[in-house]
């Protein structure tokens, strides 16, 4: 526990220092908004739960002899969970983002990136969450029946309850990390559907003039892009 308390601490500071480096640089874009930031901050978080897993991982196995599947088992749950707050620190920046331009006038998007469809991005996060809950799935699998086997072989004393709560935990935690990614992602998609709609609003009126702001690269921002007459 203690050294597991220190990598959580340490990975904390570290992403505190890399977030608020790029919080400074972000803000310091006044004329433009570069739409590449959430990307960026998808990267930083997942990158220091990753190495939070593989030192923790590597420390245990240096002094302790930890076994390879304990180990995988570390960095696997590092994954998951940065996964999950990386995909929402992002979501936070693009909703940022995303208000800013609607906001401030003037302002222009940059560094869109390359297309991706809405539909494609919502599938390949159903696919990752499939994938992740599958690769714990069978790890958990492998562990406890080991475990079982060798507390049989034994002779030791143990309770199925014990194998029920673990398994209780371990899918709890993506499937409360899906279900607020998939509001945060909810809410950033009303947003654009009101704008939007907003538009088609104003020009049902005869105002020919309303700009839609492009905040991302997918169908939304070919039809803010589409001429009104």
Request: glycine share 6%; charged share 15%; proline share 3%.
């Amino acid at each position: 526990m203690p050294i597991l308390a220190a990598a959580l601490a340490l990975r904390f500071a570290l992403r505190w220092l890399l977030i608020a480096q790029l919080w400074q640089q972000e803000a310091a874009r006044s004329e433009e908004v570069d739409l590449g930031w959430p990307w960026r901050y998808l990267q930083v978080d997942l990158s220091t739960w990753l190495g939070v897993g593989l030192a923790m991982t590597a420390w245990n196995t240096y002094q302790y002899d930890f076994p390879l599947a304990s180990g995988l088992k570390v960095v696997l749950a590092c994954a998951i969970l940065g996964i999950f707050t990386s995909i929402s620190l992002a979501l936070d920046a693009e909703w940022r983002l995303s208000q800013r331009l609607c906001s401030q006038a003037g302002l222009k998007a940059s560094n869109r990136g390359r297309f991706l469809s809405i539909s494609i991005k919502f599938q390949a996060f159903i696919a990752l969450c499939v994938g992740l809950l599958a690769a714990v799935l069978l790890l958990l699998i492998y562990k406890d029946f080991r475990f079982v086997v060798d507390r049989y072989a034994g002779g030791e004393h143990f309770e199925f309850s014990w194998i029920v709560k673990e398994k209780l935990f371990v899918f709890a935690t993506p499937l409360t990390g899906t279900a607020a990614v998939m509001r945060k992602y909810s809410r950033n998609l009303q947003l654009m559907f009101d704008l939007q709609l907003g538009a088609l609003g104003s020009v049902r009126q005869g105002d020919y003039g309303v700009l839609v702001p492009v905040v991302s690269n997918d169908e939304f921002s070919l039809i803010a892009e589409a001429p009104t007459r």
